[in-house]
């Protein structure tokens, strides 16, 4: 079992920067892969980021240059660096990791203000 804690959501202006972090706690030997999604109000969750155990990152198309995923090994932390952010990257943002199964933190909600 892997439990996941984020934080560092919050309201932001247009164009401000925001990092999210998610601790990683319990099994996490197995964990081959971690990363964020995020669900904006009456849409579908979708990728934002993700990394995996050998440090391969993928990030969605239309957030490469503003979103950076990263992580630090020794803290069992993933973070999610968001620069010149948009009204439109408002959303709940959830932290995932997956060995065998997908596991999720409880989300942190990010709000830009135009």
């Known amino acids: 079992q892997v439990r996941l804690v984020e934080s560092g959501g919050g309201l932001v202006q247009t164009g401000g920067s925001l990092r999210l972090s998610c601790v990683a706690s319990?099994?996490?030997?197995?964990?081959?892969?971690m990363g964020w999604f995020r669900q904006a109000p009456g849409k579908q969750r979708e990728l934002v980021a993700s990394?995996?155990?050998?440090?391969?990152?993928n990030t969605a198309d239309s957030l490469k240059g503003r979103f950076t995923i990263s992580r630090d090994n020794a803290k069992n932390t993933v973070y999610l660096q968001m620069n010149s952010l948009k009204p439109e990257d408002t959303a709940v943002y959830y932290c995932?990791?997956?060995?065998?199964?997908?596991?999720w933190g409880q989300g942190t909600q990010v709000t830009v203000s135009s």
């Open positions: 995932y990791a997956a060995d065998t199964w997908n596991y």
């Open positions: 319990g099994s996490i030997l197995r964990i081959n892969a």
């Open positions: 990394m995996t155990s050998g440090g391969s990152t």
